[in-house]
């Protein structure tokens, strides 16, 4: 019979001959700065991923309105033709008179340049709406009209919620219109 031979091998940890331990360091300051913008930039990133079907939601809706106003049709400027007033009270007292031109321009398919906003003060507007025609009053005054659920959905970006103060009419010659802003120097 074969005998196997064992060998059995200690190993001894003398402390002398051990490797020095490497000293840890500490997480410096700029390197915690950064780790906490990095996980901030990630939240902000996702916050924004999360609110792009909200509004992509919100533009549908606002299309939509904008699509069932009746008179939005292709109408080309009518030069010469009689201005037409209307006068706008801001529920919420946040629009500025350049947010009611944007608003009326993009409810009503008209061009910026032919509306001009004058605010009257205590959140009244007197609007007058240049080379369009007559048929602006029937838009703006027919009951059965998608006019100012048109324009109360551009006013909503801008926190607004608008009431007709003074029904469209033509502009007569004991109402004069807004003057027009001074140019600057």
């Known amino acids: 019979m074969q005998q196997h031979a064992h060998q059995h091998s200690v190993q001894l940890n003398f402390p002398e001959n051990a490797p020095p331990s490497l000293p840890t360091k500490r997480r410096g300051f700029v390197c915690t700065l950064g780790i906490i913008a990095l996980v901030l930039a990630l939240l902000f990133l996702s916050l924004v991923a999360l609110e792009i079907p909200f509004i992509k939601f919100e533009n549908r809706l606002l299309e939509s309105r904008m699509r069932s106003a009746p008179y939005r049709k292709n109408r080309s400027p009518v030069l010469n033709a009689v201005p037409v007033v209307i006068g706008f009270w801001d529920e919420h007292k946040t629009i500025t008179a350049l947010q009611l031109v944007v608003c009326l321009s993009l409810a009503l398919d008209v061009d910026e340049t032919h509306i001009s906003v004058q605010h009257e003060g205590a959140h009244f507007y007197r609007t007058v709406v240049e080379n369009e025609g007559a048929w602006m ?17 551009q006013a909503a970006r801008f926190g607004a919620q608008l009431v007709i103060s003074h029904t469209a009419r033509k502009l007569s010659a004991e109402s004069t219109p807004p003057s027009p802003p001074s140019p600057g120097p």
């Open 137 to 153: 009053i029937e838009a703006v005054n027919d009951e059965d009209s998608m006019f100012l659920e048109a324009l109360n959905a």
